[in-house]
C-alpha cells in the first residue's frame, strides 16, 4: 500500500481513539467514488498541500470512513475492498458477506 494510505498515513487502515471516521475500510477509488464523495461534501480529489495530500485518482488505495462506504454501497457506487488491508474493526459495521461481494480479486 502507498505509504499516505490510511488515518496515520502509515499504509495500513489501522484506527484508533483519534481516527472519528474511523478511516477502516480499504478500497480502490473509482471516478464513480471520487464524484460520489465530492457530492456528499468529502473532496477527496483535490489536492491540499498544507497537509501533504496529493489528492486521489481511480485506481488508488485509500482507507475510507466506514460511514462513507456504507452510504456509497446503498447508493449503488461503493468501490472495491481489499479485504486483507481492511480493519478488522470494519466487521461491526458491515457484514462480511457484503465485503466479500464488493472484494478485489
Known amino acids: 500500500m502507498d505509504p ?3 488515518y496515520f498515513r502509515d499504509g495500513y487502515c489501522h484506527t484508533g481513539g483519534g481516527d472519528q471516521g474511523i478511516h477502516t475500510v480499504c478500497a480502490v477509488m473509482t471516478e464513480e467514488f471520487l464524484e460520489f464523495s465530492r457530492q456528499m461534501g468529502n473532496d477527496l480529489s483535490t489536492p491540499v498541500p498544507q497537509y501533504q495530500f496529493p489528492g486521489l485518482t481511480a485506481g488508488d488505495r485509500w482507507c475510507l470512513c466506514v460511514e462513507r ?3 456509497a454501497h446503498e447508493a449503488g457506487r461503493a468501490p472495491k475492498v481489499i479485504l486483507e488491508a481492511t480493519h478488522a474493526s470494519t466487521l461491526e459495521f458491515v ?6 461481494a464488493h472484494a478485489c480479486a
Not at 95 to 100: I, K, P, S
Open 4 to 6: 499516505m494510505t490510511g
Open 69 to 71: 462506504w456504507v452510504e
Open 95 to 100: 457484514d462480511l458477506e457484503v465485503l466479500q
